[in-house]
C-alpha cells in the first residue's frame, strides 16, 4: 500500500486546515488508517486513527473535540479535518495504515507510512 498525504500549509491560530491520505497499491478497506505528527526536536506522536470501515476511531488527548478523522473507502482516502488549530500543533503530519485495529497509539505497529506534509501555525 501506497499512502500520499497532502493539505499541509501555513494557517493562523484558530483556522482549519484538512489532510487527505490518498491509498493505492493495496485493498484500502483493510486497513486502520492513522494520524501522527512531529515537531522539530520532538519524537512522532500519534494524533488520530480510524478503523477500516470507519466504524471506530480514537484520539489522543491533545486534539480530542478539535479533530475529526474519516475516510471515504470509494476513493480509498482518510481525512484529518483540523479546527481550532494552535501553534502547539506545528507539525509534519504523517498517516500510516496497519490491517487491524489494535495498538493504534504505537508508531511501530504500521505498516505502511506516507510522506509527511507540513501544518505550521502561526499566533
Known amino acids: 500500500v501506497q499512502l500520499q498525504a497532502s493539505g499541509g500549509g501555513l494557517v493562523q491560530a484558530g483556522g482549519s486546515l484538512r489532510l487527505s491520505c490518498a491509498a493505492s497499491?493495496?485493498?484500502?478497506?483493510?486497513?486502520?488508517v492513522g494520524w501522527f505528527r512531529q515537531a522539530p526536536g520532538k519524537e512522532r506522536e500519534f494524533v488520530a486513527a480510524i478503523s477500516s470501515r470507519g466504524l471506530n476511531t480514537y484520539y489522543a488527548d491533545s486534539v480530542r473535540g478539535r479533530f475529526t478523522i474519516s475516510r471515504d473507502n470509494a476513493k480509498n482516502t482518510v481525512y484529518l479535518q483540523m479546527n481550532s488549530l494552535k501553534p502547539e500543533d506545528t507539525a509534519v503530519y504523517y498517516c500510516?495504515?496497519?490491517?487491524?485495529?489494535?495498538?493504534?497509539?504505537?508508531?511501530?505497529?504500521?505498516?505502511?507510512w506516507g510522506q509527511g506534509t507540513l501544518v505550521t501555525v502561526s499566533s
Open positions: 497499491g493495496g485493498s484500502f478497506t483493510s486497513y486502520a
Open positions: 500510516a495504515a496497519k490491517r487491524s485495529w489494535t495498538k493504534v497509539i504505537i508508531t511501530s505497529a504500521y505498516d505502511y
